[in-house]
């Protein structure tokens, strides 16, 4: 069965498409894994996504992802040996017998896309979330923004920030705005894998490449099947996909999802999965995930309990999704029993779901709240894409999983393991190996 997408968006045509048609695509799009444009997240059974009304916010921290962006350079090479292959079988793409939802290869199939900058979809991603969150806690004003110094991080913190204060927001003070490097001397809890030697990227991507091998030759086998004497190969089909995803963050359109079953995009749904999991989560060796998500669990803890006396009402702070994953390998959110296995299957009910944790734009947004009567003494809640995301582990009322949230002291007992955890010290030294500066 093939995806329906009946004429829509891919043509100007998009605008007579049915309701029905448009959540189908919806359906395709947010399931991209962490390459899915922003999309509000499930909210569990059971649990309300307002606080009730004698409850008020006091305190807020924001981590947001970067939006939209074009292929990682190491992607883009997937869509552009694609490309170049199709166009030098051009007049036999022209004279083949194609179905009709691979016609548009008979006109060719280019691409222009970029790589690694912020797409218009990303700047229009921020700067929406930058209004909506102004709306949401009207009553507590930031002053000041953080980004990782990454061009697309700082690109999305901007936006972010027009939508937040207007267009005069470079008049705060210069100090407002302020980068913190991705690098491997600076010790952050926005990309802490970097001062961790032992860390690497490879523990996702050989996830990656072995499932892989499992999943993508019979979509191979049944393109070459559909699309005679171009001689697909899977990483040819592993470019198509990609387009599929990043024609989409770029363009709001793209052939080449629905050329792919329901299926064939579960699996290269996984695929994300297992390479986030990998790199930034549960299934890095040892306790690696834990550790490296400490550091941010740690600055939450430190400052929604005023441990330096200087805490701020509201932080807005710009990273990745990478962040966001190991944020939650450390508090024990999103975590499969047994592990994801990259030889697959590819679990439907499995918990870590990028598509729903770390889509672009992922906002984390962590409340501290207080109650007139609700609930006794200062509250913690985990709003992860607009939606509430329960906090089992240090839950103990019915209150707490009505509305997933902790009281602050039991969010602080239950995360002992991160708080007792520093960067350089031993343990931190023993999973990460010691760095040399
Ligand atoms: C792209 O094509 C080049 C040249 O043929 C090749 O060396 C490289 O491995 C290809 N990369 C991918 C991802 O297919
Ligand atoms: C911001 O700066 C501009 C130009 O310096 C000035 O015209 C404007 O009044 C300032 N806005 C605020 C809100 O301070
Ligand atoms: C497929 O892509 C990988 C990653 O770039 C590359 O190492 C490999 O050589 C490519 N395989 C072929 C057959 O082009
Ligand atoms: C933290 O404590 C200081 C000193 O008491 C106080 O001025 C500040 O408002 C507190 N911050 C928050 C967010 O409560
Ligand atoms: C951990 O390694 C750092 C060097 O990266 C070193 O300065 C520090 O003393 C080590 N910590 C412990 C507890 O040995
Ligand atoms: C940091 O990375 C640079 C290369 O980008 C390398 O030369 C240097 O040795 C690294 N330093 C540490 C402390 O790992």
């Known amino acids: 069965m093939r995806v329906v997408l009946a004429g829509l968006a891919f043509s100007v045509v998009a605008a007579s498409a049915s309701a029905a048609a448009v959540s189908d695509s919806a359906d395709v799009f947010n399931r991209l894994g962490n390459l899915s444009p ?36 190491s992607e883009l090479v997937f869509i552009t040996n694609l490309t170049t292959k199709l166009a030098s079988k051009a007049s036999a793409l022209q004279r083949a017998r194609l179905p009709s939802e691979l016609a548009f290869l008979k006109e060719g199939y280019t691409s222009t896309l970029g790589h690694d900058d912020l797409t218009a979809m990303g700047r229009r991603q921020l700067f929406d979330h ?5 709306l949401k806690y009207p009553h507590l004003i930031a002053d000041s923004v953080l980004a990782g110094d990454q061009d697309r991080v700082i690109e999305s913190a901007q936006w972010f920030a027009q939508g937040y204060f207007g267009r005069t927001w470079t008049n705060i003070s210069s100090a407002a705005f302020s980068t913190i490097a991705e690098d491997n001397v600076t010790i952050s809890w926005i990309t802490p894998m970097d001062t961790c030697p032992k860390w690497q990227y490879a523990f996702g991507g050989n996830a990656v ?37 990043y024609d989409y963050a770029a363009l709001g359109v793209s052939p080449w999802c629905n050329v792919f079953t329901k299926q064939e995009l579960a699996n290269f749904e996984y695929e994300l999965d297992l390479l986030m999991n990998g790199a930034f989560g549960y299934n890095l060796p040892g306790n690696m995930g834990a550790t490296l998500g400490a550091l941010f669990v740690n600055k939450l803890v430190e400052r929604f309990s005023n441990a330096t006396g200087d805490a701020k009402p509201v932080y807005l702070e710009f990273g990745h999704d990478t962040t966001i994953d190991m944020a939650l390998a450390a ?107």
């Open 38 to 73: 922003y999309h509000k997240g499930p909210v569990p059974v059971g649990v309300r996504e307002r606080l009730p009304a004698d409850c008020t916010v006091e305190q807020v921290m924001l981590m947001g992802r970067h939006g939209s962006r074009f292929p990682l350079a």
């Open 209 to 245: 490449t072995t499932w892989g091998t499992v999943y993508l030759p019979a979509i191979t086998r049944r393109l070459n099947k559909l699309i005679p004497g171009v001689g697909f190969t899977d990483n040819d089909t592993h470019g198509a996909l990609y387009a599929c995803a």
């Open 130 to 134: 930058g209004v909506d969150f102004r």
């Open 331 to 437: 508090l024990g959110l999103a975590k499969d029993t047994p592990p994801l296995s990259a030889k697959g299957p590819a679990r439907p009910s499995r918990k870590f779901r990028t598509s729903q944790q770390v889509p672009f734009g992922a906002q984390m947004i962590w409340e501290k709240f207080t109650c007139s009567s609700s609930f006794k003494g200062p509250q913690i809640r985990l709003v992860l894409n607009d939606a509430p995301f329960p906090l089992r582990s240090c839950a103990r009322t019915s209150a707490d999983s009505r509305f997933g949230s902790c009281a602050f002291e039991s969010f602080v007992k239950a995360n002992s393991a991160s708080t007792s955890l520093k960067w350089g010290d031993a343990a931190w030294n023993a999973t990460c190996g010691a760095a040399a500066f």
